[in-house]
């Protein structure tokens, strides 16, 4: 069994940054690709990153590219997500995501195993 749990989320001023933890637990991470979704109040759950198993390969959207950066440390069984220069449209829940293989994936039926999200509010 494995499980996620997400912090780091809160409220930001545009233009700061924040920084997302994924704690994982469990013995298949080191194995695993991961990503991060969010998901605004009336929208679609959307990727804004993704990482395949060693870190050697990132997938960011055009919204977030530039601004985001995930990475992971296997020792600690942890994905980070970088936020900088936040924009209120990033405001959502944001949630780690294990697909339970090694290559990096992009839609949300890819992934198995969800955490159980960390709010991030960007006020203008």
């Known amino acids: 069994q494995v499980q996620l749990v997400e912090s780091g989320g809160g409220l930001v001023q545009s233009g700061g940054s924040l920084r997302l933890d994924c704690a994982a637990s469990?013995?298949?991470?080191?194995?695993?690709?991961m990503g991060w979704f969010r998901q605004a109040p009336g929208k679609e759950r959307e990727i804004v990153s993704a990482?395949?198993?060693?870190?050697?390969?990132?997938y960011h959207p055009d919204s977030v590219k530039g601004r985001f950066t995930i990475s992971r440390d296997n020792v600690k069984s942890t994905v980070y997500l970088q936020m900088n220069t936040l924009k209120p449209e990033d405001t959502a829940v944001y949630y780690c995501?294990?697909?339970?293989?090694?290559?990096?994936?992009?839609?949300?039926?890819?992934?198995?195993?969800w955490g159980q999200g960390t709010q991030v509010t960007v006020s203008s």
């Open positions: 995501a294990l697909r339970g293989g090694m290559n990096l994936r992009m839609q949300t039926w890819e992934y198995d195993t």
């Open positions: 469990g013995r298949t991470f080191s194995s695993s690709a």
């Open positions: 990482i395949n198993w060693n870190g050697g390969s990132t």
